[in-house]
């Protein structure tokens, strides 16, 4: 299982955060920036980034298997 890191790294003025993915997983480890609207409180805002780490995650997944034809 992989393991996730989150850190906010910047706040824009325009109300979005920044914040850095790091994940460290059994092939590897990745970190790449995920940008989300400020939802008022630290807690949320993580739900909102894991969630939109989720969506690409699995984005990610299915550009992968049509690339592999599988």
Same mark, same amino acid.
């Given at each position: 299982?992989?393991?996730?890191q %989150? &850190?906010k790294? =910047?706040q824009? @003025?325009?109300v979005?955060?920044?914040? +850095?993915v790091?994940?460290?997983? +059994?092939?590897?480890?990745m =970190?790449? @920036?995920? &940008?989300?609207q400020? =939802?008022g409180? &630290? &807690? ?5 980034v894991?969630?939109?780490t %989720?969506?690409f995650? =699995?984005?990610l997944?299915? +550009?992968?298997?049509?690339? %592999?034809? +599988?």
């Amino acid at each position: 299982m992989a393991d996730i890191q %989150l &850190a906010k790294v =910047e706040q824009h @003025p325009d109300v979005r955060l920044l914040f +850095s993915v790091r994940v460290r997983a +059994s092939e590897g480890r990745m =970190e790449f @920036p995920i &940008a989300v609207q400020d =939802e008022g409180t &630290a &807690a949320r805002n993580e739900v909102a980034v894991l969630r939109s780490t %989720l969506r690409f995650a =699995e984005e990610l997944a299915e +550009s992968v298997r049509l690339r %592999l034809g +599988s």
